[in-house]
T-cell receptor, first 112, second 114 residues
Framework: KQEVTQIPAALSVPEGENLVLNCSFT??????LQWFRQDPGKGLTSLLL?????REQTSGRLNASLDKSSGRSTLYIAASQPGDSATYLC???????????FGAGTTVTVRA | KAGVTQTPRYLIKTRGQQVTLSCSPI?????VSWYQQTPGQGLQFLFE?????QRNKGNFPGRFSGRQFSNSRSEMNVSTLELGDSALYLC???WGQGFQETQYFGPGTRLLVL
């Protein structure tokens, strides 16, 4: 069974600081890893999807890396802004299942 | 292109009642998945449908059921509601052709069981 862990559970930083969010998974036989953002009481917004053959993926201020062998992914957010305040979740589809296993998320607060 | 839509957005029910939630996927997407999100358990997979067939099911009791129509719209039903069913129910859609696809989520239906 795929277990996904996100550390830390919460993070508070001043505006302008770079954010580093961690995600680890127990089964390295993954097809991809997806990062999502969730605002309070809202649905999930897909940020980045990294295929298992990729080492990293970038979109604007966001950069996600993937190390399958060690079961880790890291989401970097450069020059954080108050609008980046949200919960960030990572998710992986375990082996050949049509479903996602989610981490519990990291709640980020960016102080103005 | 319209995103994933879910109706209703909010529901209040009492214990023992049943409820039906609806999800309309992005146009052209044939896979619809349902998830339950609670503060204690996080996001948990309920089931996934592709071309009107359930391809995968999570570890939920039989009170939770779903179906998909020929236009890919999906409904999930919860019978004999319990207090613990209070949650945000999210659906996600994708093309359904492989595990490498991005999942697109709707805004969710917030269910409160009293």
């Amino acid at each position: 069974k795929q277990e996904v862990t996100q550390i830390p559970a919460a993070l508070s930083v001043p505006e302008g600081e770079n954010l580093v969010l961690n995600c680890s998974f127990t089964d390295s036989a993954i097809y991809n890893l997806q990062w999502f953002r969730q605002d309070p009481g809202k649905g999930l917004t897909s940020l980045l999807l990294i295929q298992s053959s990729q080492r990293e993926q970038t979109s604007g201020r966001l950069n996600a890396s993937l190390d399958k062998s060690s079961g880790r992914s890291t989401l970097y957010i450069a020059a954080s802004q108050p609008g980046d305040s949200a919960t960030y979740l990572c998710a992986v589809p375990p082996s050949n299942d049509y479903k996602l296993s989610f981490g519990a998320g990291t709640t980020v607060t960016v102080r103005a | 292109k319209a995103g994933v839509t879910q109706t209703p957005r909010y529901l209040i029910k009492t214990r023992g009642q049943q409820v039906t939630l609806s999800c309309s996927p992005i146009s052209g997407h044939r896979s619809v998945s349902w998830y339950q999100q609670t503060p204690g358990q996080g996001l948990q997979f309920l089931f996934e449908y592709f071309s009107e067939t359930q391809r995968n099911k999570g570890n939920f009791p039989g009170r939770f059921s779903g179906r998909q129509f020929s236009n890919s719209r999906s409904e999930m039903n919860v019978s004999t509601l319990e207090l613990g069913d209070s949650a945000l129910y999210l659906c996600a859609s994708s093309w359904g052709q492989g595990f490498q696809e991005t999942q697109y989520f709707g805004p969710g239906t917030r269910l409160l069981v009293l």
